[in-house]
């Protein structure tokens, strides 16, 4: 049961042009939605994140859309530069039911984005 | 102040064989979370430890397992090592209340 969707495996984008990555989730009670970004033989790091009462978070040259209606979730990056080529992985997590913490990420498969100089 | 950090890096390892992995989180974090990143794949969910308690336990069977100590540290054991075990396997800490977690540098296992 795959709760966390990213539909495209690769992404190529020309040097400062916009790159847009997509994820879909399912489950309609994820209230936290993150994105990692990894390097081949890395840990992913943590980029930029959103809670679900709110549609957009901006950081820099990074900004997140969230569309509940839509369970749709987007990155874009602006400009792209070629030092941005990795994986990007959406994640999604719930406060648990104790309202103490987080629980665990849910991530997408990861969707490889190239950019080129 | 220092992050997540695994051991070993690489560990390979004979089928049937047993393999510990060992995590320790950033200062302060309670929660430890176990991923496994198989080749071409996305981050499948292992064990959440918070506490010193398994939370949470994701789609894996039972010779998966492991333990958090309590400085917050933890452990994961795989037992009757299989081919397909080989992957990467992350760790991650995450404070109390703190939406994002933190991740190492993974241990690359690989079973032959």
């Known amino acids: 049961d795959q709760q966390v969707k990213q539909n495209s495996p690769s992404l190529s984008v020309q040097e400062g042009r916009i790159s847009i990555l997509n994820c879909d989730y399912t489950?309609?009670?994820?209230?936290?939605f993150l994105w990692y970004k990894k390097y081949p033989a890395e840990g992913p790091t943590f980029l930029i994140s959103i809670s679900s009462i709110k549609d957009k978070n901006e950081d820099g040259r990074f900004t997140v859309f969230l569309n509940k209606s839509a369970k749709h979730l987007s990155l874009h990056i602006v400009p792209s530069q070629p030092g941005d080529s990795a994986v990007y992985f959406c994640a999604a997590s719930l406060f648990n039911a104790g309202g103490t913490s987080y629980g665990k990420l849910t991530f997408g498969q990861g969707t490889i984005l190239t950019v080129h100089p | 102040e220092a992050g997540v950090t695994q051991s070993p890096t690489h560990l390979i390892k004979t089928r049937g064989q047993q393999a510990t992995l060992r995590c320790s989180p950033i200062?302060?974090?309670?929660?430890v979370y176990w991923y496994q990143q198989a080749l071409g794949l996305g981050l499948q969910f292992l064990l959440w430890?918070?506490?010193?308690?398994?939370?949470n336990r994701g789609n894996f069977p039972p010779r998966f397992s492991g333990r958090q100590f309590p400085n917050y540290s933890s452990e994961l054991n795989v037992n009757a090592l299989e081919l397909e075990d080989s992957a990467l396997y992350l760790c991650?800490?995450?404070?109390?209340?703190?939406?994002?977690?933190?991740f190492g540098q993974g241990t690359r296992l690989t079973v032959v």
């Open positions: 991650a800490s995450q404070g109390a209340r703190s939406t994002e977690a933190f």
């Open positions: 200062s302060g974090h309670t929660s």
């Open positions: 430890y918070d506490e010193g308690e398994e939370r």
């Open positions: 489950n309609s009670m994820f209230d936290y």
